[in-house]
């Protein structure tokens, strides 16, 4: 019984550390937000709100914010429009080559991202000399770089979904006279909600946060919020970066814990 009480206490213990180490950093940007001083030293000289006023101000700032939020909600929207059907056949058809097409949809998951940006790129070069079609440092090019960070999201949250899921249910309501667009409406798309909101969650996180993809294809006078984060350090270490950051933080979480009341998170991540 000490054994197993020791076991517990241990494992507890390296449990918090863990948990300690991966929160540390967000602490530490929470509390640069607030220093008083321009240059960060410890200690603190005093505390303020100032540097959450200068990000309100930065008009480079607030237009990367817009450009962030245009490009992650349309890319989310796209994203599950093509990844929802491909989720489907996945999960429900039987076909040569499946395990082949579901690792190549999740496979923008583990392709670092430099190197998903420098594809990105040359495909996009390489189309607009090939069609014609100005794809290279355009709006829409962003977009559908970005549709494909979306897309192993639907797929593997809404797989999930699909497989914790009855199919007895779906028969049922075929035999009772239901076809197949009936079905999927009212009952296998009920079922799978929480995963499709999931992904479209953390595609859109995923999406606004992304850094290595835009700095290759976002176009002269463009400037998505982590770009125009990354280019003020380059000139100033003041605590208005932490404020941005911040701000990011709590509009991330505000939106996990709305959706998570209204669909449990729990059920498919």
Same mark, same amino acid.
């Given at each position: ?8 206490? /241990? ?17 530490? %940007? ?38 962030? !939020? ?32 579901? =690792? ?10 430099? %190197?998903?940006?420098?594809? !990105? ?8 000399? /090939?069609?014609?079609?100005?794809? !290279? ?75 290595? !993809? ?29 404020? =941005? ?9 505000? /939106? ?14």
């Amino acid at each position: 019984m000490n054994e197993a009480k020791l076991g517990r206490v /241990a494992l507890r213990g390296m449990a918090a550390i863990s948990m300690a180490f991966i929160l540390m950093p967000l602490f530490f %940007v929470t509390w640069l937000a607030f220093f008083q001083q321009e240059i960060p030293s410890f200690p603190p000289e005093g505390y303020t709100l100032r540097w959450f006023e200068e990000v309100t101000h930065n008009k480079v700032f607030a237009s990367g914010f817009v450009l962030s !939020m245009q490009v992650g909600l349309l890319a989310t929207g796209i994203g599950l429009v093509l990844g929802v059907p491909a989720s489907l056949v996945v999960a429900r058809r039987k076909f040569v080559g499946q395990q082949w097409i579901a =690792a190549l949809l999740l496979a923008p998951l583990i392709v670092p991202g430099v %190197v998903l940006g420098t594809s !990105m790129y040359v495909f996009q070069i390489e189309a607009e000399v /090939a069609t014609k079609i100005p794809l !290279m440092g355009s709006f829409w090019g962003l977009v559908a770089a970005h549709t494909l960070i979306v897309i192993p999201w639907t797929v593997r949250l809404v797989t999930a979904s699909l497989a914790g899921m009855d199919r007895t249910i779906e028969e049922a309501a075929q035999n009772l006279g239901a076809n197949h667009f009936v079905t999927f409406w009212r009952i296998t798309l009920p079922t799978i909600r929480p995963g499709i909101v999931a992904a479209a969650l953390f595609g859109f996180v995923n999406s606004f946060g992304n850094l290595e !993809m835009s700095l290759f294809l976002v176009g002269p006078g463009r400037t998505t919020l982590p770009i125009a984060i990354l280019q003020y350090l380059e000139w100033k270490i003041d605590p208005t970066v932490a404020a =941005a950051s911040v701000m990011q933080i709590v509009m991330i979480s505000v /939106a996990l814990l709305i959706t998570d009341h209204y669909v449990k998170l729990s059920r498919v991540v």
